[in-house]
């Protein structure tokens, strides 16, 4: 752990009644859904305790319906931009005494806020990513293949060093969200239970292939037994999206109909998420939703996992043919040809664990 905080000041900290933490941690947005568990364990651990969150502003409806919490939006690309930018910040955050912090990105823009509360003496305690663990897990020679420390462990760590120790539970997620009129009108009208789909990735090295995506589709609009909603965003995953909307019964592509809170709102509906190792799962964990993930040339063992979801919803490309999987932590780096190794996950497959998880026939 990246410590510079007197150990005598954070141990009085954990010991008064009432206490203001800052927490940072400003994207990305599976990450900021991986805090919710380690959030709630806390306020529910430590009811007194008030938490403000530093995030970016369209984040903020992941973390408002957790107790005790107020985000604060960090505008980085403006009023926040650069060193003085970040002055302006820690004078903003400064106004609200803040006793602690938990730094939980550890990046250039956090650490030198970590010298401004330094003035105060404030205690700042930052996220240890294992960096070292990592390379040598992802490493083309001497890679040590084995389970690293969950990113939600490493979170609590943080608030243990505070002196804010937290066990957590499987029951720490956030509660289903009501929909409105006008949202069960436009996507859950006929009453039919929903699974969600979100079929894309930031890097190709951990995207199912869209042919084998639109197969599973395909059978389970067949099925006629769910609606399906589709999950993206961006011009080009929309205009994919109401492709298969148009094709498929049972299918709706969400893309561009809703606001964030509105897809979270459905999310926290769904009765199953299909992912990949992305954003989304993360998302349908944080309200406990059985999530099927499809892994490319990243691996669970990063620590990356949805927080709560069983081991066998993992779909794994096959490390006998990819021997060098992990290649990456984020799916951004492999060698050649390795863009493939997630289509060794057969669309048959993917059904059968759809099956499985809704006790489908």
Known sequence: MSNDANLDTTLKLANDKKHHLLVIRLSAMGDVAMTVPVLIALTNTYPELRLTILTKPFFAPILTEIPN??????????????????????????????????????????TILKQFFRIQGVPFLQLDKGRKEKKRLTSATNKVFKQLKPMHTRYSDVFADLGFPVKLKKEYILPNKKLSITLIKTTVADNRK?????????????????????????????????????????????????????????????????????????ISNLDLMLAMDSGNSHLAAMYGIPTITLWGVTHPYAGFYPFGQAEENALLANRDEYTLIPTSVYGNKFPEGYDRAIETIAPEQVLQKIKDVLCLE
């Open 194 to 266: 929903l699974i969600g789909i979100a079929p894309f990735a930031a890097f190709k090295g951990k995207m199912y292939p869209l042919e084998y995506m639109k197969t599973v589709v395909k059978q389970l609009s067949d099925f006629g037994t769910h609606q399906i909603l589709l999950f993206g965003g961006g011009p080009l995953e929309k205009q994919k999206l109401e492709s298969w909307e148009k094709e498929f019964e049972n299918c709706i592509s969400i893309v561009g109909k809703t606001n964030f809170k509105e897809e979270l709102a459905l």
């Open 69 to 110: 919490v107020t985000v604060h939006n960090a505008d980085v690309k403006a009023k926040h931009k650069g060193v003085l930018g970040l002055w302006k910040l820690y004078k903003e955050l400064k106004s609200s005494k803040i006793d602690g912090v938990a730094d939980l990105h550890n990046v250039l823009r956090s």
